[in-house]
């Protein structure tokens, strides 16, 4: 016999149910990316549009040609009468979480055809992508939100849990950067990286290495995606700098434009290389006189002035740096960061692979929460799907 509180969490569970369903149709198919489909799907998220000049599409076509994990199997898309309506790309990464590399699946190109959304194809899609990395053993999701369908609230919604940080917005005092500079003892060089420089990339998988080691929520690069990360960057143009201290290697930072925003997508130090790394943020803060990173449209917009005056740096936990900038004169201003969203695929192997117990009535959400807290945790835009 139901008593009138288990009535109305019935009536309430119904709803959420047919809520996402109730519009999708009984011919539609989700299954595997036909090898022909490719192009069909990369115009479908032209739609999404992403950084200046840059859409999902673009970046669905980059991971096809260079993401090592990359499958047309690991591609499930939603299909009526040959029309593709949707789609939801897995892509296998490890996640270091609490110094353990765990298997995971990154949530990539969640969309579906704007005029057919609120009908729940986002929600199987993104159902049957789970029930994928479970039986391939993968005990995490990952997802980055950005626009709908893929949005924070839509996450959170299906089993997901966000993490919120607070970015810092970084912005050079000239008065004391000069005051700095006199100081300087001149033995700080940048060299730009490229993806032929094997010296470089060598030096920056070192620093990488050691200042993701005990930080959770980075991708871990084996050679093949340090290879490939030079052209899956969030946004169509970077810059990617390594600093040298007596020719030593000892910190390196990547910028792009993200939101019309200049943004570090990614740092990284050896201990002693806080006050190099500073040296190049305040670098990336220089207005250029052909700034690299202004082509199309955003240049007419823009100058490299206006575009350098700030610079967004991710959430992060590195004191060592932040004295480093405060002593250069690099103010920083805290804005919230929406991040990553994970969920727990496989709670007792994830449990067991970080030998961490799981509490009585305790889920993937309350798991998650309990051992990660947000102000430990760094995404770098550059790791995003």
């Known amino acids: 016999m139901l008593v009138p509180g288990d009535v109305s969490a019935l009536i309430a569970i119904m709803a959420e149910h047919f809520s996402a369903r109730e519009y999708t149709r009984p011919d539609m198919e989700i299954r595997t990316l036909a090898a022909q489909e490719r192009l069909k799907f990369a115009d479908l998220l032209d739609d999404w549009r992403l950084a200046e000049g840059w859409t999902a599409g673009d970046r669905f076509r980059y991971q096809v040609e260079y993401d090592p994990t990359w499958a047309d199997e690991n591609v499930l898309v939603a299909v009526e ?5 949707g789609g939801v790309s897995i892509l296998p990464r490890q996640i270091r979480i609490l110094g353990h590399p765990i298997p995971a699946g990154g949530i990539s190109n969640l969309f579906t055809t704007p005029a057919l959304r609120c009908r729940g194809i986002a929600t199987d899609l993104l159902e049957r992508a789970a029930e994928a990395l479970r039986r391939r053993g993968l005990e995490l999701a990952v997802a980055f939100p950005g626009a709908p369908t893929a949005t924070v609230e839509f996450f959170d919604k299906r089993g997901f849990v966000g993490w919120r940080g607070q970015q810092s917005i970084l912005r ?27 010296r470089a990339l060598q030096s920056i998988k070192a620093i990488h290495a050691a200042y993701a080691a005990s930080r959770s929520g980075g991708v871990v690069r084996d050679d ?6 030079f052209h899956l960057t969030p946004a169509p143009f970077e810059e990617f700098w390594l600093a040298r201290r007596g020719g030593l290697a000892v910190a390196y930072a990547r910028a792009s434009i993200l939101d019309d925003v200049l943004t570090a997508t990614e740092i990284g130090r050896f201990e002693d290389g806080a006050d190099s790394l500073a ?9 250029r006189a052909e700034d690299p990173l202004l082509r199309g449209a955003i240049a007419s917009r823009i100058t490299s002035r206006e575009l350098r005056s700030f610079l967004v740096l ?5 004191i060592g740096l932040t004295v480093a900038l405060e002593h250069r004169g690099i103010r920083s201003h805290p804005m919230d960061d929406a991040r990553a969203s994970l969920r727990c695929i496989n709670l007792a192997a994830l449990a067991a692979r970080l030998d961490v117990d799981v509490l009585r009535g305790e889920d993937g959400q309350g798991f998650l929460r309990r051992i990660l807290p947000p102000d430990g945790m760094v995404y770098w835009p550059a790791d995003r799907f």
Do not use: Q
Not at 172 to 197: H, K, Q, Y
Not at 224 to 229: D, I, N, P
């Open 81 to 85: 009468g040959g029309r593709l309506l």
């Open 172 to 198: 050079l005092d000239p008065e004391a950067s000069l005051r700095g500079a006199a100081t300087d003892p001149g033995n700080i060089t940048f060299e730009p990286v490229a993806s032929e420089n094997e």
């Open 224 to 229: 093949a995606l340090w290879r490939a990360c």
């Open 279 to 287: 040296r190049l943020i305040a670098h990336l803060l220089e207005p």
């Open 314 to 318: 991710p959430t992060f936990d590195d």
